[in-house]
């Protein structure tokens, strides 16, 4: 299953700083009153300039921890991004404060984590929930971006979960915002995914329908990793059906693609899955080209 991803720069909004200015009450504010004020505002920048900068320090080597993979450097990564989260909240940097929420909630479920996953994500969707009433334009967009992905995550963990109904409803809330903002690579996956849940069950029908929406989407943004993804789990559908000459040419179209992205996992599952067709067939020798 492909999970949802997006890895780049931190999408950044601008931090409201106090303004400080004299409202007259019977005379001008003394100099020396404003003077102090001025001073006090400068140490306040200073100290709110310095933690989110140490915020997005912390971010970023939990990003590149979360990239390496490995259990122990997710666990690291989880630190990194918890130690970040309050430092983002102290200068009222929401925008980033649900970033790191999000990526935190994604590390602790490929660690296996579920209720701290949920926790993590659902605190994010409450963010871009808030700011989504307020935000317009760009500003907007981004914030729709986040909250389809984050909502498809949600989904994901439902749907591991085999809470099926439960991720259907989350993937398809995620749909139209992936749609609405133009995220089609967001999109792909959540049909893909949605697909997935069908199949699992038992509505093969409808698997094929999201499957094929799904397809060329993940062509169009050159995600090859999806595409072969999509051709496989097409292909599964036409071999459960019996359609043999089909999932054939389904998993025949996947294994390339999923050698050139160096997926091993999922290049082995395709080469079992042509030798279950070839077994199917009667075709015993040419099945264990295959296995």
Not at 14 to 40: D, N
Not at 70 to 78: C, G, H, P, V, Y
Not at 206 to 211: I, T, W
């Amino acid at each position: 299953m492909k999970r949802v991803s997006v890895i780049g720069s931190l999408l950044v909004l601008g931090v409201l700083l106090p303004v400080v200015g004299g409202v007259e009450a019977g005379g001008a504010i003394e100099q020396e009153t404003l003077e102090r004020a001025q001073r006090r505002l400068a140490t306040e920048r200073v100290a709110q300039n310095s933690q989110g900068e140490e915020a997005q320090r912390l971010y970023q080597e939990g990003l590149q921890l979360f990239q390496q993979g490995t259990a122990e450097s997710l666990q690291a990564a989880i630190e990194k991004f918890e130690a970040a989260i309050p430092l983002f909240q102290s200068v009222g940097d929401q925008l980033n404060e649900g970033v790191t929420k999000h990526w935190a909630g994604f590390a602790y479920d490929k660690l296996g984590f579920k209720s701290e996953a949920l926790e993590h994500y659902e605190q994010a969707l409450a963010i871009w929930q808030e700011l989504g009433q307020e935000a317009r334009g760009e500003d907007l967009e981004t914030v729709q971006n986040w909250q389809a992905i984050t909502l498809s995550n949600i989904g994901l963990v439902y749907d591991s979960l085999g809470e099926k109904e439960q991720a259907l409803e989350f993937y398809n809330q995620a749909l139209p915002l992936s749609q609405a903002v133009g995220d089609r690579a967001t999109e792909a996956t959540t049909l893909n995914n949605i697909g997935l849940v069908y199949d699992s069950l038992g509505e093969k029908e409808q698997a094929l329908d999201y499957y094929n929406q799904a397809l060329p989407l993940t062509r169009a943004v050159g995600d090859r990793a999806t595409e072969a993804t999509t051709l496989n789990n097409i292909g599964l559908v036409y071999d459960s059906l019996g359609e043999k000459e089909q999932a054939l040419d389904f998993y025949n179209q996947a294994l390339p693609l999923r050698r050139a992205v160096g997926d091993r996992a999922g290049e082995a599952t395709t080469l079992n899955n042509i030798g279950g067709v070839y077994s199917d067939l009667g075709e015993k020798e040419k099945a264990l080209e295959f296995y």
